[in-house]
């Protein structure tokens, strides 16, 4: 599929006309200038046409925001990779130097470029957006991406540029899961995916919240194909104070929702936190497989059994629902991350893991008969068969005369007989008594 990229400097629309494009509410918008950071991918339906969009942030020079250089750098990867720059500019400020600085950076691409001018609610505006034809860059596209005005011809014209018959790795592979990479604030959640892709694909800074929206990335490498989807860190609600971080732990959340498996990574050097326990239970709700990743594990002091306690202390602080993978890396020196895609991959194996029937009755039943329900107010219970329900997550129904007065501790110790016989280690277990 044909990807277009949307570039322009600080705060002229990228986004809203992002949003517009894919018809949804996919990056976060604000008034405030530099909300966008990292590259934010999309699809865009048109006339039977489809085409990737990819939202890129404000492209400046000599400002005083420190992530400038990191933005800029994020500008020019996604026109490397576009098949088609969409130059979005204002007409109410007219031509600055940031956006010749841009066009001159266009013109040399060798992309087709389309130019918009953004923000004409009116007839009256109009006449301001011919001023930009002085920028060298062919025909301009008057539009208003709040309300939608003009971009029905700004889009006929991408789809008359763009090149045909492109698929995506999701049409190709429309299976594939989604790992969704969660945790705290600055707990190496960018730079896990920058390592596991190979490239700068996120930024990353010391400081805690640079990433703001939920990025995903196609994945294909060492054998493993997947939507890797990088978080913004999520914080506790009263620490949450500006309308930019609550959208961004929103976004969080719904990414954890639409996942697959979820990564946990947590801080080495402070351990499993109240907060960690909280993304962890909002995983467990949500009924996602999970893999735990304790990261700068190169600034703990070690002796021979250090890793086995904190392993020790965090299955005692997730239990009961320590049949979990936990792996201890070090982003920054690429230690271990390759056993992170291992686990990750293996916990979905498990997630989507179907048991025939009768094997399940063949393995189970004995199990129950070995030790049957326990008797209730002089009554018997008696489990006659089970299967294995249609859901996401491994999910199984108990059909017995009187479900009842089947309590906890029997569902739990029928969870444990078939996390015994078949793997189910990363994933939640659902367990069902129906009335047969």
Same mark, same amino acid.
């Given at each position: 599929?044909?990807?277009?990229?949307?570039?322009?400097?600080?705060?002229?629309?990228?986004?809203?006309?992002?949003?517009?494009?894919?018809?949804?509410?996919?990056?976060?918008?604000?008034?405030?200038?530099?909300?966008?950071?990292?590259?934010?991918?999309?699809?865009?339906?048109?006339?039977?046409?489809?085409?990737?969009?990819?939202?890129?942030?404000?492209?400046?020079?000599?400002?005083?925001?420190?992530?400038?250089?990191?933005?800029?750098?994020?500008?020019?990867?996604?026109?490397?990779?576009?098949?088609?720059?969409?130059?979005?500019?204002?007409?109410?400020?007219?031509?600055?130097?940031?956006?010749?600085?841009?066009?001159?950076?266009?013109?040399?691409?060798?992309?087709?470029?389309?130019?918009?001018?953004?923000?004409?609610?009116?007839?009256?505006?109009?006449?301001?957006?011919?001023?930009?034809?002085?920028?060298?860059?062919?025909?301009?596209?008057?539009?208003?991406?709040?309300?939608?005005?003009?971009?029905?011809?700004?889009?006929?014209?991408?789809?008359?540029?763009?090149?045909?018959?492109?698929?995506?790795?999701?049409?190709?592979?429309?299976?594939?899961?989604?790992?969704?990479?969660?945790?705290?604030?600055?707990?190496?959640?960018?730079?896990?995916?920058?390592?596991?892709?190979?490239?700068?694909?996120?930024?990353?800074?010391?400081?805690?919240?640079?990433?703001?929206?939920?990025?995903?990335?196609?994945?294909?490498?060492?054998?493993?194909?997947?939507?890797?989807?990088?978080?913004?860190?999520?914080?506790?609600?009263?620490?949450?104070?500006?309308?930019?971080?609550?959208?961004?732990?929103?976004?969080?959340?719904?990414?954890?929702?639409?996942?697959?498996?979820?990564?946990?990574?947590?801080?080495?050097?402070?351990?499993?936190?109240?907060?960690?326990?909280?993304?962890?239970?909002?995983?467990?709700?949500?009924?996602?497989?999970?893999?735990?990743?304790?990261?700068?594990?190169?600034?703990?002091?070690?002796?021979?059994?250090?890793?086995?306690?904190?392993?020790?202390?965090?299955? /005692?602080?997730?239990?009961?629902? !320590?049949?979990?993978?936990? @792996?201890? &890396? %070090?982003?920054? +020196?690429?230690?271990?991350?390759? *056993?992170?895609?291992?686990? /990750?991959?293996?916990?979905?194996? !498990?997630?989507?893991?179907? @048991?025939? &029937? %009768?094997?399940? +009755?063949?393995?189970?039943?004995? *199990?129950?008969?070995?030790?049957?329900?326990?008797?209730?107010?002089?009554?018997?219970?008696? @489990?006659?068969?089970?299967?294995?329900?249609?859901?996401?997550?491994?999910?199984?129904?108990?059909?017995?005369?009187?479900?009842?007065?089947?309590?906890?501790?029997?569902?739990?110790?029928?969870?444990?007989?078939?996390?015994?016989?078949?793997?189910?280690?990363?994933?939640?277990?659902?367990?069902?008594?129906?009335?047969?």
């Amino acid at each position: 599929m044909s990807l277009v990229a949307i570039v322009g400097r600080p705060n002229v629309g990228k986004s809203t006309l992002f949003n517009r494009l894919v018809g949804m509410r996919q990056a976060i918008v604000d008034e405030t200038a530099g909300v966008t950071r990292d590259r934010h991918y999309g699809r865009c339906e048109w006339c039977g046409n489809e085409f990737s969009v990819v939202d890129t942030g404000g492209y400046t020079s000599n400002s005083d925001d420190i992530f400038e250089e990191e933005i800029r750098k994020q500008v020019v990867l996604a026109i490397e990779e576009a098949d088609l720059v969409l130059f979005l500019v204002e007409a109410q400020t007219g031509i600055t130097d940031y956006d010749e600085e841009i066009a001159n950076l266009l013109r040399r691409c060798g992309k087709p470029v389309v130019t918009a001018v953004n923000k004409i609610d009116t007839g009256e505006k109009m006449y301001d957006s011919y001023q930009f034809y002085s920028l060298g860059l062919g025909e301009i596209f008057s539009i208003s991406a709040a309300n939608g005005g003009g971009t029905g011809e700004l889009l006929d014209e991408i789809v008359r540029l763009l090149p045909k018959d492109m698929e995506t790795p999701e049409e190709l592979h429309p299976e594939l899961p989604h790992i969704t990479i969660v945790g705290k604030p600055n707990v190496g959640k960018s730079s896990l995916t920058n390592a596991l892709l190979g490239t700068d694909r996120n930024i990353v800074t010391p400081i805690a919240g640079t990433t703001r929206d939920s990025v995903s990335t196609y994945y294909n490498k060492f054998g493993h194909q997947f939507i890797l989807v990088d978080t913004a860190g999520m914080r506790k609600k009263t620490k949450v104070h500006e309308d930019l971080e609550f959208y961004s732990v929103m976004r969080s959340i719904r990414a954890i929702e639409h996942s697959d498996v979820c990564v946990l990574m947590i801080d080495a050097q402070s351990g499993i936190e109240a907060q960690d326990m909280s993304i962890f239970n909002l995983i467990h709700r949500n009924r996602k497989g999970c893999v735990v990743v304790v990261n700068k594990w190169d600034l703990v002091e070690k002796d021979s059994n250090t890793m086995k306690k904190y392993t020790e202390a965090i299955k /005692a602080r997730l239990a009961p629902f !320590n049949d979990i993978p936990i @792996i201890f &890396t %070090s982003v920054i +020196n690429k230690q271990r991350i390759l *056993e992170v895609l291992k686990a /990750a991959t293996s916990v979905y194996e !498990n997630y989507s893991r179907k @048991i025939p &029937t %009768s094997m399940l +009755n063949n393995e189970m039943l004995p *199990e129950i008969e070995n030790y049957p329900p326990p008797a209730w107010k002089g009554k018997y219970i008696k @489990i006659k068969y089970l299967t294995q329900l249609p859901t996401r997550s491994p999910s199984f129904a108990f059909f017995c005369n009187l479900p009842q007065y089947v309590k906890e501790p029997y569902k739990r110790f029928l969870e444990n007989k078939l996390r015994s016989k078949f793997d189910f280690s990363g994933c939640p277990v659902q367990i069902y008594l129906r009335q047969k």
